[in-house]
């Protein structure tokens, strides 16, 4: 493909920048009122800043798990973001993901997320048995209706299977602490879950004997144990362009747990069967020269899952994250098209599939309307 052509070339850098800046992340936040928007000594209050944060973790009363020893605010044992810093000095993480929202088409911003895996703050409770699951909920404005929890089973806590990042205890986005914003001052992070996994605000974390999820997410026909697909958008196509003209087109994917092999476009004249649909295989464009996101420096963090000390990827496309896309189509005659993009996941899977319903997640091929004219 002819990356060369000026009209693609303005379009690739025009793209937007690979790291989302932590102010830039698209909220969905819950709440009302919203508790990144309470006053600052309300946040002190309600445990929303690093000076009074708590964190409980405590066994189901309803479905005990056998602990000998639970952290609470009542005895003065809830962990404390000093506490947090401490576990931090010796198995502190941090990985890139992008963060989805299950029920929304577009990523709501890509960051590199730090924390404490989650197994060493349950490993202080120092649980025996009957344990099965783990469910967490965050600050909720003292009102049982507005909690929002999810869980997970204990198993992806204490391991990291298919060489996954571990769920982390979260207070810093792309080197930065946690803003209130984005869930601050920590947070769970789910890596290769959608946005409803990582729970905003965190002050609980329960051990219980329950065998099954019991995720708020769960009442609204959602599948809670969805993880991230892959699938393709746009970001630039010409609305209407000249008979006789290449056109530039650019997205980006997003990288689900099976990987990525290729992105691929089709453009079809209307009246054309989509039976008789073509695809081409786009350009996957490989790691930026500027990460964007507001990076310390401009620089990866040192000891970044994924990549070399260098700030080089160690592969690429990486997975649970994004990558952009380009390619430039051939000149067309007068009439009206349809263009699509789709992925080829790294088992050989072509989006839509292997998972294409709606409430496991986005998947469905995007269209777009493009005139040719004189």
């Given at each position: ?279 081409v295989d786009a350009e996957i464009l490989g790691p930026p020269k500027q990460w964007g996101g507001d990076l310390p420096n401009g620089k990866i963090p040192a000891e970044t899952m994924g990549f070399e000390e260098t700030g080089k990827p160690r592969s ?59």
């Amino acid at each position: 493909m002819d990356l060369t052509n000026s009209a693609l070339v303005r379009a690739i850098n025009a793209l937007e920048p690979y790291f989302t800046p932590p102010d830039q992340f698209r909220d969905v936040s819950r709440g009302k009122p919203m508790p990144h928007s309470l006053p600052d000594a309300e946040k002190r209050t309600a445990g929303l800043t690093r000076e009074t944060w708590r964190l409980e973790v405590i066994s189901d009363p309803e479905n005990p798990a056998n602990l000998r020893t639970q952290l609470t605010q009542k005895d003065g044992t809830a962990l404390d973001f000093p506490a947090l810093m401490k576990l931090a000095d010796k198995h502190a993480v941090r990985f890139a993901k992008v963060m989805t929202c299950l029920n929304i088409g577009c990523p709501l911003g890509m960051g590199i997320w730090e924390g404490v895996p989650l197994r060493e703050v349950v490993l202080l409770t120092q649980p025996r048995e009957n344990l099965r699951r783990v469910f967490y909920y965050g600050f909720h404005n003292d009102d049982p209706k507005q909690m929002f929890r999810s869980s997970l089973p204990i198993d992806r806590v204490l391991e990291d299977p298919f060489d996954l990042p571990p769920v982390i205890l979260c207070y810093k986005l792309n080197g930065s602490w946690l803003t209130s914003e984005r869930g601050g001052p920590v947070r769970m992070v789910v890596p290769e879950g959608y946005g409803f996994k990582s729970v905003k605000w965190l002050t609980h974390v329960v051990l219980t004997n329950l065998f099954h999820a019991n995720d708020t997410y769960a009442d609204g026909n959602n599948d809670v144990e969805s993880w991230l697909k892959t699938f393709a958008a746009t970001i630039s196509v010409p609305a209407s362009v000249k008979s006789g003209e290449s056109i530039p087109v650019t997205g980006y994917a997003q990288v689900g747990l099976q990987g990525l092999s290729k992105v691929q476009v089709s453009i079809r004249l209307n009246s054309v069967p989509q039976s008789a649909e073509k695809w081409v295989d786009a350009e996957i464009l490989g790691p930026p020269k500027q990460w964007g996101g507001d990076l310390p420096n401009g620089k990866i963090p040192a000891e970044t899952m994924g990549f070399e000390e260098t700030g080089k990827p160690r592969s690429w496309p990486m997975r649970l994250a994004k990558i952009h896309w380009a390619a430039l189509l051939p000149p067309l005659s007068n009439g009206d098209y349809t263009f699509r993009c789709r992925t080829i996941d790294g088992k050989g899977f072509a989006q839509p599939l292997p998972r294409p319903y709606r409430n496991s997640g986005q998947c469905a091929i995007e269209s777009v309307e493009i005139k040719v004219r004189d």
